[in-house]
């Protein structure tokens, strides 16, 4: 996904400078894209208008912006926006250190995957001040479709785990009924040309065929994450007082995957691991 956003600001004009926790993955990028690859995080944010990081967890978020040597390099008219999946207490931690620090921050993850940011039909779920959003959003525009300011930073968080809790039980669903027509004897290939012709032929189901038919196919999201997503997603509910009675089961079904050996592939081997046939097999 980050890799996809530097492609698209870079086409945009936009003066670039990468940091990866691969150097490699960065210097490469930079190469091909025209922009700058930083020996450090600090490096990397020293001088920029918009700061953009979109990492895998919560906890590396944390760990990465909040280090005293970013910090310090960042300049006061600067916006920092988080657009991974870090939760909602990861925002109101970073909001709170940058405040105190009088930068201003956007929590601002994403819906969509590399091919959506690629149109640039993003939708991003930012909240933060106006004047934040406001400035950060031409920067984002140059891959998103949408910048939706939702109000102050954590409400981002809340609402894409909201949408993910629907991504990910609806992954699960696709996941059961592909293993489900399977045991029937139904080509799985067969089976998911008749989802798509369905009522339940929603955007993801539609983007996500070549990766449930085809185990050959990059990974977009994997298993690890989407057990990180539905940890943060269940946990939050619980705070809330709201039941994830659905939720609940497919993260221990996903958790199950990722025991199995599955955590590294994409979301869509789960219907791997409830035993459907690729449609090779």
């Known amino acids: 996904m980050g890799a996809a956003m530097a492609r698209k600001l870079a086409e945009a004009g936009h003066c670039v400078s990468l940091w990866n926790r691969t150097s490699q993955v960065a210097d490469d990028l930079a190469a091909e894209i025209g922009a700058t690859s930083a020996a450090s995080p600090a490096d990397a944010v020293r001088g920029a208008d918009v700061v953009i990081s979109i990492l895998s967890s919560g906890a590396v978020t944390e760990t990465v ?32 250190e940058f405040a105190a620090r009088g930068i201003d921050f956007v929590d601002a993850p ?25 400035k950060a959003e031409p920067v984002l525009a ?50 998911y040309d008749i989802f798509l012709d369905s ?28 057990h990180k997503d539905l940890r943060l997603i269940t946990a939050f509910a619980a705070e809330q007082g709201v039941d994830t009675i659905v939720a609940d089961a497919v993260r221990t079904e996903v958790g199950a995957s990722c025991e199995a050996g599955f955590g590294e592939s994409d979301m869509a081997a789960l219907a791997r691991f409830l035993g459907a046939p690729t449609a090779e097999s």
């Open 65 to 96: 912006l909040l280090d005293p040597t970013v910090m310090d390099a960042l300049a006061a008219d600067t916006v920092v926006c988080d657009m991974a999946t870090s939760g909602v207490a990861t925002a109101h931690r970073l909001n709170r």
């Open 110 to 134: 994403v819906s969509g995957s590399t091919p959506t940011i690629a149109a640039g039909q993003l939708l991003v779920m930012a909240s933060g001040s106006e004047k934040a959003v406001g």
């Open 142 to 191: 140059a891959f998103s479709k949408r910048v939706a300011n939702l109000g102050e930073p954590g409400a981002g968080q809340a609402m894409k785990l909201s949408v993910n809790l629907v991504v990910h039980t609806l992954n699960s669903a696709v996941s059961e009924g592909l293993a489900l027509a399977s045991s029937a004897g139904i080509a799985p290939s067969d089976a």
């Open 199 to 226: 009522v339940v032929a929603a955007p993801f189901v539609n983007y996500k065929r070549a990766a449930f038919l085809d185990p050959g196919t990059p990974v977009a999201m994997s298993l690890e994450l989407t």
